[in-house]
């Protein structure tokens, strides 16, 4: 839910253990999304999309909660 402080923490080598050995790490996309459920299912998707077409998902998804909440 707060994300600058994500990333600190990431840095800091605190957060996963996954970036622990990928450090420094940058925060590339954020989509807004209207709850929790909707945001885990939109990050199961986008971790299963090919790398290159993860920013293009991720661009297309935000488009999608924006019109959803209209």
Known sequence: TDIARRVKEHNAGTASRCTRGRRPV????????????????MELRVKKAPAAQKIELLKALGEEFADAEK
């Open 26 to 41: 940058s925060l590339e996309a954020t989509v807004p999304a209207p709850n929790k459920s909707a945001a885990l299912r």
